[in-house]
């Protein structure tokens, strides 16, 4: 990819001081364009704005709260002078229990994290983006969302949710200049692990055809096309990325 590809281009990326966000971003800088990290992590994503170097900056921000995306977004706007891009990352997996025992507490967490959180940030920002008569979204779900994981029923739910408000977004921008897209991959070996039982683990990795889990780099890959003017003809889509699970 070369450093003009996103010349010009700004872009949020949700979730991005570590893991697949920060891939992301990272790949986004190299191209070109302005990122702005955001996190509720506000150390760790300024750090990691930091090595980017020029062109990456750093926000502190909770996806759960709308008023606080909503400020985000114009406070965002007006720092690097608009928005094109839109990556939403950020998210958790929640316990692995069965559903009949799952904390009603820790449900409320996942689904304002990884649905809630999606629909705030698209929100405040899809009008931005209407203004520059341009924008790019891209969603993270999950294959879990597609075919649901037994004992993860808050994040498999979530993660259906997004896989859903992608086709309806996409639908209503389907005449303006904004695609709206989402990639469903296989568990990446992020810290995202820590949260996860081993068996829980080893019955995604059973799963997986291929044999391995996806790296944070194929997916950076592939959300980069979808973030890119190349990807022109494609909205309100589910690209897949898991070895092989899934063929749909």
Not at 189 to 199: A, C, N, S, V
């Given at each position: 990819m070369t450093k003009t590809v996103f010349a010009g281009r700004r872009a949020i990326v949700t979730g991005a001081a570590q893991g697949i966000g920060r891939a992301i971003a990272e790949r986004l800088h190299d191209g070109g364009a302005q990122v702005c990290l955001w996190d509720m992590d506000a150390a760790l994503a300024s750090a990691a704005a930091a090595e980017m170097g020029e062109g990456a900056t750093a926000r502190a921000v909770d996806v759960t709260d709308d008023k606080a995306v909503a400020d985000a977004a114009a406070a965002t706007a007006e720092q690097i002078g608009g928005?094109?891009?839109?990556?939403?990352?950020?998210?958790?997996?929640?316990?692995?229990?069965?559903?009949?025992?799952?904390?009603?507490?820790?449900?409320?967490?996942?689904?304002?994290?990884?649905?809630?959180?999606?629909?705030?940030?698209?929100?405040?920002?899809?009008?931005?983006?209407?203004?520059?008569?341009?924008?790019?979204?891209?969603?993270?779900?999950?294959?879990?969302?597609?075919?649901?994981?037994?004992?993860?029923?808050?994040?498999?739910?979530?993660?259906?949710?997004?896989?859903?408000?992608?086709?309806?977004?996409?639908?209503?921008?389907?005449?303006?200049?904004?695609?709206?897209?989402?990639?469903?991959?296989?568990?990446?070996?992020?810290?995202?692990?820590?949260?996860?039982?081993?068996?829980?683990?080893?019955?995604?990795?059973?799963?997986?055809?291929m044999g391995r889990f996806v790296d944070v780099a194929e997916i950076a890959a592939l959300v980069v096309w979808l973030s890119s003017e190349e990807c022109s003809f494609s909205t309100g889509a589910v690209f897949d990325i898991t070895g092989g699970r899934s063929t749909y």
């Open positions: 928005i094109d891009i839109l990556v939403n990352n950020a998210g958790i997996s929640g316990p692995n229990v069965p559903t009949w025992e799952y904390p009603v507490d820790d449900w409320r967490q996942v689904l304002d994290i990884d649905l809630n959180g999606v629909f705030y940030c698209c929100r405040a920002i899809v009008p931005i983006m209407l203004k520059g008569d341009y924008g790019r979204i891209v969603n993270i779900a999950s294959v879990a969302g597609k075919e649901g994981n037994p004992n993860a029923p808050a994040y498999s739910a979530a993660k259906a949710g997004v896989i859903g408000l992608t086709k309806s977004l996409g639908k209503e921008l389907a005449e303006s200049n904004i695609r709206v897209n989402c990639v469903t991959p296989a568990v990446a070996k992020t810290r995202i692990f820590d949260q996860m039982t081993e068996e829980h683990i080893g019955y995604m990795l059973s799963k997986i055809p």
